[in-house]
């Protein structure tokens, strides 16, 4: 296959540690799955398991047989944690104490 005849994709997958953006130019009508095992992040953070992990196009849900556009960026997500919610209410709180605290002499 020719170049011309590629799409330009990217694979995206970060940990607190590392964040990797792999550039890959395939064949269009091609899976968001067949893409991510094409990358080979899967080698490299063999922690990721397709099964469990949600995955994504630039920030929204997509599922394992989407077809591919130009341009499109893969994302591969991590499970959560803490609960965002639940660190905003203990940021809140800590907030709120230090305020308290602060000057009162």
Do not use: C, N, W
Not at 4 to 16: K, L, M
Not at 57 to 74: E, S
């Amino acid at each position: 296959m020719d170049r011309a005849d590629r799409i330009d994709v990217e694979v995206a997958y970060a940990t607190p540690a590392k964040q990797i953006i792999l550039k890959l130019a395939v064949e269009p009508g091609i899976s968001l799955e067949r893409v991510i095992h094409l990358s080979g992040i899967l080698q490299q953070f063999p922690e990721i398991d397709l099964s469990r992990s949600k995955v994504g196009i630039f920030g929204r849900l997509a599922k394992l047989t989407d077809i591919l556009q130009a341009g499109d960026r893969v994302e591969i997500y991590r499970p959560l944690i803490a609960d965002p919610k639940e660190i905003r209410k203990q940021r809140a709180a800590e907030g709120k104490a230090m305020k308290k605290g602060a000057g009162g002499e």
